[in-house]
Each structure stands twice: as structure tokens, then as C-alpha cells.
């Protein structure tokens, strides 16, 4: 009976990201935050949903660019911000290819290894992707990232085609 009073420290689940058609998987109840950034010279409003579960901190975060135009430039500039983001850091970015997910060359997946500006090593899994002109960047950040760990996270981003995108008109 002690036992059921514990819950596992993965807990996944389908959480909606606000205000957009994305859906993802967390392990966790996240919060919701926004702040606004510079990214690529333009500065944006970015939702946020993060939680940690694990040793891990995963999040997902969107905003509306505004000019289609500009969507190219902001997803190499978040790329770039996460890169930077840890020191000594290795990893490449490659293609993401996401169903629902406007096929801009920037959207991208990467895994990268490096230190938080603490030193504390950290493997940092990132995708990068847009959906008309909102851009998306999904992350989880922890010192070890083991598939199950990892893999609901990545495969759980997906866009629900049957609700209207919304946002500015």
C-alpha cells in the first residue's frame, strides 16, 4: 500500500502549447512563462512551457515572428542562442522534417554537449521548427539524456491539423 502513494518520475502527457496548433509530450505538469527576447535582431514575445522531471529540464516555446520573411533568420539565430548557450559546446544541427511544419531550411534538430555557465556538464537535445509565422523551439537539458528519457519528448511534437492556427491576423 506505500507504494501507491508514489508516482513515477517520468509522467508523460499531452500538453496543448498556447495559442498554437502544437502539442507535445511532457513528463511532467509544466509552467507556463513568457518573456521577451532578442532573436535575430527582431525582438519577440516567447511563451513558454517548462518542467523538470528526472534531472531534466524540458521546455517548448513559441512566437509569432510576424513576417514570413523572417522566420529563416530567427530559427538560425535560436539555433546560434543554443549553441552559445553552453561552453566547450560539440553537436551539430541536421534537418527536422515535422508533419504540419512549414518546410523552412531552418527547421532543425540538433544534440549537443557542452557546459552550463556553472560547469556543469550537460547534454542538450533541441528542435527547431516553424509553422507559418510562428516559430517553435522544443529542448531538454540535463547532465545524461537516456532514451526514455528523451525519445516521448521528441516524437510526442506534433501539430494538430484540425485546430485553426491562431495568433495575430
Known amino acids: 500500500m506505500a507504494a501507491s ?20 509530450q511532457l513528463p511532467c505538469r509544466p509552467g507556463r512563462f513568457e518573456r521577451w527576447v ?3 535582431g527582431l525582438p519577440l514575445r516567447m511563451t513558454m512551457l517548462s518542467c523538470e522531471a528526472g534531472g531534466v529540464t524540458y521546455g517548448v516555446a513559441s512566437a509569432d515572428v510576424g513576417d514570413p520573411a523572417r522566420v529563416e533568420a530567427v530559427l538560425a539565430g535560436l539555433a546560434d542562442s543554443a549553441r552559445r548557450a553552453l561552453a566547450g559546446v560539440h553537436g551539430a544541427f541536421s534537418g527536422l522534417e515535422l508533419r504540419g511544419a512549414t518546410p523552412f531550411r531552418g527547421n532543425a534538430h540538433g544534440r549537443l554537449a557542452g557546459a552550463r555557465p ?22 531538454a537539458i540535463g547532465p545524461a539524456l537516456a532514451p526514455p528519457a528523451l525519445t ?11 485546430k485553426p492556427d491562431s495568433g495575430p491576423s
Open 5 to 24: 502513494g508514489c508516482s513515477p518520475t517520468l509522467d508523460w502527457r499531452e500538453v496543448a502549447v498556447p495559442e498554437t496548433p502544437l502539442l507535445a
Open 118 to 139: 556553472d560547469g556543469v556538464a550537460v547534454e542538450e537535445s533541441v528542435r527547431l521548427f516553424a509553422r507559418g509565422t510562428t516559430v517553435y523551439e522544443a529542448s
Open 152 to 162: 516521448p519528448f521528441e516524437d510526442g511534437l506534433r501539430f494538430d491539423l484540425d
Open 38 to 40: 532578442t532573436v535575430a
